[in-house]
């Protein structure tokens, strides 16, 4: 819980997939999403909504329709006993009956950091940008925010079809020419957990928690100047498309964020034409067809829409990634090469390194008494400052060292200070290690890694009277080695598809300065009652609008790319060394990341304006993959909403996915009942085709291979384009002399003409 930044329960986490507590008593009523097979429709009902209401009556009188679905999908949410679900799922037509879901939501200096700032008008010569409409799912907008001005803006476009709808503490006019669309969808919600409580949230497309309003102005706000959070990071804040327009769908409230609402809100978003969905949410793993967001996600590809999604926040744990399926560009996070330190210094003469947000009253000059919270509790777990377990007579007048792990860190500050404590050092343990993420502390606070916490808390047991003070620094530029991945940020392989490499990419998204709601406090405690117009968080779901605004960016520049040509894009200039020609780095590990970490890199959006080539998908593409899984008639219904019938005659193979990286899975010995290392030759052969989108050039190709048990063949080693559009083939041959089981191996194969690099990444492994 202590891996972002944010203090409230909403915002907390990038959860997985999770289904409620225990199996529910067969006349409880829950939601369900019932998909239909559209070309079955029987020739008696005039429209496939009657033909929806009948289904629907034939298992249930009382049952409703939350909602219809015409574009995400073809079906209808509605509220059933599991009876009548198990009834209706064998009802002619009925493609399934799935369980509603319950998901949770998971920068001023990136333009620079990021080189916009240094080609602005790269990016406006098409005269395009304020066509592109970036639309945001999350917990909705605060419109007054200065982040969603329009000034300067030409009229909306004639493309839009959107709308603002109204609702509590939200009127048409909050739109305008910047932010021209909010929605919000609460039925799912409400049919699971009662009405919205008004009193806590707006049942409107108002932004109560600030998440929303956080992403939407870092993925397209207009340039604010003088931003900061209490004078740090200080700055003009703005958008990666600070030019194109925001639509806000709103379907996160205070309980989490429902799969019913998602799919209409998809489903409306299609409708209203967006250009790029921006989604900071997510489940856990969960094939295509039972997956919502995966669904929704592909009809948005087939309408030409990229859609951006955060791999979530449980790293650095194996096998911890959301939003998988290859039409979804998956974003992890990397840090800026910016930072807030606040320096830890012992009476030992000691010093430390923290970082902290806090901006108000000081501590007392000099050191002072220091004392470990775990000393100073009535509780078990008392070194984790939870409510109510520190005793004030120990504590009074004192700093506290916390260690870090189950409640919010900005709490622990909070608990530090009812009982009396003037300040607090929060130290990582283990499952954080030295990943320090900021916060706005309600006391004098800050965070140090897990190595000098170790040392503090050794001073604090060993000094029969320990002291420390805490030095505030404000805020500091050009940290090096930056990026580096975050630890939190979620870590391949894909555990769906294991020949699909994820996540694609990372950006910033530590420490990210945004635009903030004007109804909760920066760290969203209720006891927080200070209000800013700017707040600093991290998370994926910081990472994810980055990429959704520079999705926007190269719409604009090139209105005619596909989804899939822009991720190639995004993906195939990414970057994987520092300026030293030194690898990225994990803070996790404190070694070199992998492409199970950063996938293709970080995103350099200034290369991927002029990518040279890039790896294109088509939706037959699309639904040959889902062929090659061997899925069914039904289930490729499911996803694609059509009747497709894989062509008996022909081979689908995962290794011809025209996708922009390599994920090479060789079975060891072991798995067909040998010793786990063969000596037997294995041999996987892949194959690419590369479009020009640049001036013609002859590509030489390059391989880089931290693998010397696999030798990598392609074939050919030359391509020559002519034109632009030109389509050129190539193959990759994988030869494992021998493998061992449970071992990843990396390479980079790489295409020049010598002033374009087109890089893909590979992760080899056994199983």
Request: net charge neutral.
């Amino acid at each position: 819980m202590g891996s972002v930044s944010y203090g409230f329960m909403v915002v907390f986490l990038f959860l997985g997939l999770c289904h409620v507590s225990s199996p529910a008593p067969v006349t409880e009523r829950k939601t369900y999403i019932v998909h239909m097979a559209k070309s079955q429709m029987p020739a008696t009902f005039d429209h496939h909504l009657q033909w929806y209401e009948s289904s629907l009556r034939s298992v249930s009188d009382a049952a409703e329709m939350i909602y219809t679905y015409a574009n995400a999908a073809h079906g209808y949410a509605t509220r059933l006993t599991q009876e009548e679900a198990e009834i209706l799922s064998g009802r002619p037509g009925i493609l399934s009956v799935v369980p509603e879901t319950k998901y949770e939501l998971h920068t001023t200096r990136t333009p620079s950091f990021l080189g916009l700032d240094r080609t602005p008008d790269l990016f406006t010569e098409s005269g395009t940008a304020g066509d592109v409409v970036v639309g945001v799912l999350d917990t909705g907008v605060w419109p007054e925010s200065k982040s969603f001005d329009d000034k300067g803006m030409g009229p909306v476009p004639s493309t839009w079809k959107g709308t603002c709808e109204v609702g509590t503490n939200f009127h048409a006019s909050s739109c305008n020419r910047k932010l021209v669309g909010a929605r919000y969808f609460s039925k799912g919600y409400e049919a699971a957990l009662g009405p919205i409580d008004e009193s806590r949230e707006s049942k409107s497309p108002r932004d109560d928690d600030g998440h929303g309003t956080h992403t939407s102005s870092t993925a397209a706000g207009s340039p604010v100047e003088g931003a900061s959070l209490f004078g740090y990071a200080s700055g003009t804040a703005r958008g990666m498309a600070s030019k194109a327009r925001v639509a806000a769908y709103k379907v996160c409230w205070v309980g989490g964020c429902f799969s019913s609402d998602i799919l209409a809100a998809i489903d409306k978003a299609i409708e209203d034409n967006v250009n790029v969905l921006s989604l900071s949410l997510g489940g856990g793993m969960s094939d295509y067809y039972r997956d919502s967001v995966a669904i929704g996600a592909f009809a948005a590809m087939e309408h030409g829409i990229l859609v951006s999604c955060s791999a979530g926040n449980a790293g650095p744990t194996p096998f911890s990634l959301s939003n998988v399926a290859p039409w979804i560009t998956t974003v992890g996070a990397g840090t800026l090469d910016r930072d807030f330190p606040a320096f830890v210094s012992l009476g030992n003469a000691k010093n430390f390194s923290g970082v902290s947000l806090f901006r108000g009253d000081p501590l007392p000059h000099g050191l002072l008494p220091l004392v470990y919270a775990g000393n100073v509790s009535n509780s078990s777990n008392g070194n984790l400052c939870m409510t109510g377990s520190l005793i004030p007579e120990k504590v009074k007048g004192k700093l506290v060292l916390c260690d870090r792990g189950v409640s919010p860190r900005v709490q622990k500050g909070a608990v530090v200070k009812a009982a009396g404590g003037l300040g607090m050092i929060l130290a990582n343990t283990e499952a954080n290690g030295e990943e320090l993420v900021a916060d706005a502390h309600l006391l004098p606070a800050t965070a140090v890694g897990q190595k000098s916490g170790d040392i503090i808390r050794n001073y604090v047991f060993s000094d029969p009277k320990p002291t420390a003070a805490i030095l505030f620094e404000g805020t500091k530029v050009g940290v090096e080695p930056s990026p580096v991945v975050a630890a939190f940020s979620s870590r391949g392989p894909n555990g769906i598809t294991a020949e699909i490499l994820k996540p694609d990419m990372i950006a910033p998204g530590v420490n990210i300065l945004a635009g903030w709601s004007g109804a909760v406090g920066p760290t969203g405690m209720a006891s927080d009652t200070r209000r800013v117009e700017f707040n600093i968080i991290s998370g994926t779901s910081m990472s994810c609008p980055h990429v959704s605004g520079l999705a926007g960016l190269l719409k604009a520049a090139h209105p005619e790319w596909t989804p899939a040509a822009i991720k190639s894009a995004l993906m195939t200039t990414a970057y994987v060394t520092y300026k030293n020609g030194q690898g990225l780095r994990d803070v996790a590990t404190g070694k070199p990341s992998t492409p199970l970490d950063h996938g293709a890199g970080h995103v350099d959006p200034v290369s991927a304006l002029d990518p040279g080539l890039i790896y294109d998908l088509t939706v037959d593409d699309y639904l040959g993959f889902l062929c090659a899984l061997k899925y069914t008639p039904s289930q490729i219904n499911l996803v694609a909403r059509r009747n497709f019938t894989c062509d008996p005659k022909k081979t689908y193979s995962l290794t011809d996915f025209n996708y922009p990286s390599f994920s090479v899975s060789f079975a060891s010995d072991a798995a067909t009942g040998g010793s786990g290392t063969s000596s037997a030759p294995k041999v996987v052969k892949y194959t690419r085709t590369l479009t020009n989108v640049g001036l013609p050039g002859t590509y030489k190709v390059t391989v880089a291979s931290e693998a010397p048990e696999v030798k990598i063949l392609v074939e050919p080693e030359v391509l020559t384009f002519s034109k632009v559009n030109e389509k050129k083939s190539y193959s990759v041959t994988f030869t494992a002399g021998s493998v061992s089981l449970n071992t990843n191996r990396f390479a980079r194969i790489e295409w020049s003409d010598g002033k374009h690099v087109v890089s893909s990444p590979v992760a080899i492994s056994s199983s």
